[in-house]
DNA sequence: CGATTTTTTTGAATCGATTCATGAAGGGAT
DNA sequence: ATCCCTTCATGAATCGATTCAAAAAAATCG
């Protein structure tokens, strides 16, 4: 006999397992002494609840998966810490779940969620495509918070930074530092976020009669950085300030620039999003678009819970942030005229 | 009726529940038409499982946890990213905790994962005082893996990198580099792979008749380092080389010495610990010693699984790589002779 | 066609904790 | 001693999927 359930605690004790329930469950509702009897018989065996048994009658899981882009990346550690302290001050357990950037990972984790009768998610969706299946794990009555992304018509909460603002902020720096001729790298273009900044970005750059040129990249990465200006710098008339899509991509991008000579900021300027800690740490110190991270999480987790605690009656709520400029030496100097 | 049980399914497709149950997980012992009858009403009904009803059935659940002490530390995340493939593959679900280098958290996670049955554990314990609940979760018959850490004289599997040689090698370049006074920077010291780093630092000290000051840090992480640093700028006579811990510290040390001003490598210079990615893209490219961090998880998932496969015959391995050293910029000048 | 083997399907037992209607025991009040 | 209230403890029913011995149906053969 490998496990020890509640009938052998309940054996031990010389009580129902009933009674061991309640000592676990309303201890205030078994009399003292029956109690520590119990008490005692569940040290003596090393009697350890069996949490799907449980779960199967409580017909729920106590577990929030956090379903995120990339735990990799700083920035989504952040939310996740952000959310933590919430969860768990309720009574909850954090799971966290890398799609990485991968619509079958995705999916294949939204799965096993359903399977397990989560309590809730928070989700941070990879594209247009994660739809139906986020929809799908709602509809069997499992609440979700969309994270760094609206709600847009789906009948969602959601907590979000404004991505176009935050494109206009960076590709506006650049401009203001004299600089014409810009390139933004980041993808894949089917990420909501991605496609934002350079709504955003774009935005700035017609209207102020700037060039503009897309390097898209595969993934949100260091390589993807320093492949896309490998690119770059094959160029004849080659941009001269680099707008990345997330500070990971900006520090390889830096890392290549650095590799080929190529002075930052003087011959070309950097600027990337999200503001993680090592932006500020880098080579070149790296002027970056900041999101309130571990707000993001907080606050996620606090729709959440609105919405278990609502039922019904509930409201959906949208949140979303503004995100700041932080300038720093990689996109310090203006752009020295050619000449 | 909020959920669908298999009862509702059988009762759909005018069969048994034993049937259905044959259906998903012995398909070929079902006839054919009777098999896309089921199936059909399973779509039609939008019809999940239930994880908890399975596992309480099964005794065990198909998690395999793996307990970091930091989420936030790309060394673990390339950790866990090396172990994924080999779970996955072989049908399991990866989730991860993070103890945040703190018993209480860490004991909080494995009493969740006691009563959940996990299949398995991948752990960084993050002190000796740990040793008493994973004996726990192992004498209830729990097959476990220690990560980055040698099993000494417990009896379980484990892989682990030589820190003490580690130690060593960071040392005795800074040595070669012609420094004598050198600053250690990690803690708390109740961690084994900062006491291990520290131990072998020190020999080597003791055997060149190098001095040693060491700064005992709160945490692995960036603001240690700073914080250590701010401390020993204040000091008369101060180390000319510092060995931190791990990355994060050194990128934050790293980041303190050049808000003062303080050149590296020609003033001080610094060498760090895991060579993740940001090492190479740090402010002054950061000199490391290299540990094969997704071979590791790798290897950890290889030897939890071929315990679980041999059961009772089992024998404990014990894997040690050996680390390398990385010498980049943050070491590159010897020291200048102080006229 | 009846006997025999093979292929399918059935349904009850089981996993372990929770819940709740029911009952027993103890304490006061009359 | 009787009746009424509390306070505690009981144990059967329940959650949903899996398993397996046994029954039923279909196929094979002489």
């Given at each position: 006999m490998t496990t020890t359930s509640m009938k052998d605690v309940a054996r031990a004790a010389g009580v129902s397992v009933g009674t061991v329930s309640n000592v676990l469950n309303r201890p205030e509702a078994v009399a003292e002494e029956t109690r520590s009897r119990v008490l005692a018989a569940i040290a003596e065996l090393g009697y350890v609840r069996n949490d799907s048994a449980r779960q199967l009658r409580a017909g729920r899981s106590r577990t929030v998966a956090v379903v995120v882009l990339d735990v990799a990346n700083p920035f989504f550690t952040d939310v996740v810490r952000g959310a933590e302290p919430l969860i768990e001050s309720a009574g909850g357990v954090v799971t966290v779940c890398d799609s990485g950037e991968d619509v079958r990972r995705e999916r294949r984790h939204l799965e096993i969620l359903e399977e397990q009768r989560v309590l809730g998610l928070l989700i941070t969706?990879?594209?247009?495509?994660?739809?139906?299946?986020?929809?799908r794990l709602s509809g069997h009555d499992i609440p979700l918070v969309l994270v760094d992304r609206g709600?847009?018509?789906?009948?969602?909460?959601?907590?979000?930074?404004?991505?176009?603002?935050?494109?206009?902020?960076?590709?506006?720096?650049?401009?203001?530092?004299g600089h014409t001729r810009i390139a933004f790298v980041g993808?894949?273009?089917?990420?909501?976020?991605?496609?934002?900044?350079?709504?955003?970005?774009?935005?700035?750059?017609?209207?102020?009669?700037?060039?503009?040129?897309?390097?898209?990249?595969?993934?949100?990465?260091?390589?993807?950085?320093?492949?896309a200006v490998e690119q770059m710098l094959g160029l004849d008339d080659r941009p001269t300030a680099v707008f990345c899509a997330n500070d990971l991509v900006a520090l390889g991008a830096l890392q290549a620039l650095t590799m080929h000579g190529v002075k930052v900021p003087q011959e070309c300027a950097i600027i990337g999003y999200d503001d993680i800690d090592f932006a500020a740490a880098a080579a070149v110190p790296l002027s970056s678009i900041r999101q309130p991270r571990s707000q993001l999480g907080r606050t996620a987790a606090q729709l959440l819970f609105d919405e278990i605690g609502e039922g019904e009656g509930h409201t959906h709520r949208n949140v979303v942030f503004q995100p700041e400029l932080v300038a720093r030496s990689s996109t310090a100097a203006d752009l020295q005229p050619l000449a």
């Open positions: 969706p990879v594209d247009d495509s994660s739809t139906a299946w986020i929809e709600a847009g018509r789906h009948p969602h909460c959601s907590v979000a930074v404004d991505d176009v603002h935050g494109g206009r902020l960076a590709a506006g720096h650049l401009l203001d530092r993808g894949p273009a089917s990420i909501p976020q991605v496609a934002d900044r350079l709504t955003g970005c774009r935005e700035v750059c017609v209207e102020q009669g700037a060039s503009l040129e897309v390097f898209t990249t595969a993934g949100l990465n260091f390589a993807a950085g320093r492949e």
